[in-house]
């Protein structure tokens, strides 16, 4: 748990799970995107953490395409985004729309409007948050 939370104070992907530079952890922080994480809690019985954070990304900001180790869930609760999902067309998603990552699957995409998200992860616990891809 100490990897992830030093993953998290530093900079999580997710993607839009967290948007960085290059998705590496620790991950560097891009300029003018802020993350918060709001709790974590173990999830039942699976090894698996719950994640729950916000994120607001600046026009422009380029979210590097990474994976997860478990399911991204996120809505948009302010501006607009373009999502390229591996296996799937590229889609534009504005506030009060939201979108679900399988595990494993590259992703990334770009800020479009200034951002804000609302974001929940269901990861493995002992892998990191997010991982190049």
């Known amino acids: 748990m100490a990897s992830r939370r030093g993953f998290l104070a530093c900079a999580i992907c997710s993607a839009i799970g967290l948007v960085a530079t290059g998705v590496e952890a620790p991950a560097r922080a891009q300029a003018g995107v802020v993350r918060k994480m709001l709790s974590t ?13 916000t994120l ?7 979210i590097a395409r990474h994976t997860h180790p478990g ?3 996120s809505v948009v609760t302010e501006g607009e985004l373009e999502l390229e999902v591996q296996g799937q067309p590229s889609k534009r998603f504005t506030a009060g729309e939201g979108f679900q990552v399988p595990p494993g699957t590259p992703h990334g995409g770009k800020v479009l409007k200034n951002a804000r998200l609302a974001i929940t992860y269901v990861v493995e616990k002992d892998k990191p948050l997010a991982s190049p891809a």
Do not use: F, R
């Not at 607001?56 to 380029?62: D, S």
């Open 41 to 53: 809690i173990d999830y039942p019985g699976d090894g698996k953490v719950s994640i729950l954070m």
């Open 56 to 62: 607001e990304a600046p026009e422009g900001t380029v």
């Open 71 to 73: 399911i991204e869930s």
